[in-house]
């Protein structure tokens, strides 16, 4: 079934620590986007990529890097990972400017 | 950067109207999305708006102006599964897709 798939599903995650969450697509879609969601605070974007090759920073971009190799991947590390990291990250992707993003199901992380 | 603003909370009867604002002002414009999120899942996409005007989607409308940066997510009928967040989206002149805080919606018997 097409789609787009994240892992891990959830993850205990030590301060300090590196983590790599992952996203693929199978859907040939150009436009990739990672979320955090909190309570209060409803979606914020850390990071999105137009195309294969280029990525650019969002709203909360500090602490997270992301690489776009190729259209299917876009994975999402967190370097050196601290508690306000806690949150639930989604990652989406729209085939075009002009249609709509379809999300994943969603990485619960708790940094402890 | 992007200011999304839509209100936190609204609580309607079954089988009532309920409208949901959202107002917005971006770095250019290529597009306004509505989604739907209950509990613990993902978003789910609604509708899309690009001219002005009203789109119309069974017991779903939504409504764009772009002069004044305003829509507006109708959803008629209410029904007990139409309790959720709904969360407006605006996508920039560089494409970047940003959301509001979403708005809560409470659907009592």
């Known amino acids: 079934i097409a789609g787009i798939t994240q892992a891990p599903t959830s993850q205990i995650l030590a301060a300090g620590r590196r983590m790599t969450l992952r996203c693929t697509q199978d859907m040939r879609h150009n436009a990739m986007y990672w979320y955090r969601q909190d309570l209060g605070l409803g979606l914020r974007l850390i990071h999105y990529s137009n195309t294969a090759g280029t990525t650019g920073k969002g709203e909360v971009p500090d602490g997270y890097s992301v690489s776009r190799a190729n259209t299917d991947d876009f994975p999402l590390t967190l370097a050196s990972a601290v508690p306000s990291q806690t949150s639930v990250y989604f990652c989406?992707?729209?085939?075009?400017?002009?249609?709509?993003?379809?999300f994943g199901q969603g990485t619960r992380l708790t940094v402890v | 950067g992007q200011n999304i603003d839509q209100p936190t909370e609204m609580t309607a009867t079954e089988g009532a109207i309920v409208q949901i604002n959202c107002t917005y002002q971006?770095?250019?414009?290529?597009?306004l999305f509505w989604y739907q999120q209950h509990a613990g899942e993902a978003p789910t996409f609604l509708s899309y708006n690009v001219l002005d005007g009203l789109e119309e989607k069974g017991r779903f409308s939504s409504f764009l102006s772009r002069s004044k940066g305003y829509s507006y997510l109708l959803l008629k009928e209410l029904q007990m599964k139409d309790s959720a967040s709904y969360l407006c989206?605006?996508?920039?002149?560089?494409?970047?897709?940003?959301f509001g805080a979403g708005t809560t919606v409470t659907v009592r018997a």
């Open positions: 989406a992707s729209s085939a075009a400017e002009n249609t709509e993003a379809f």
């Open positions: 989206a605006v996508r920039d002149g560089d494409y970047k897709l940003s």
């Open positions: 971006t770095s250019g414009f290529n597009g």
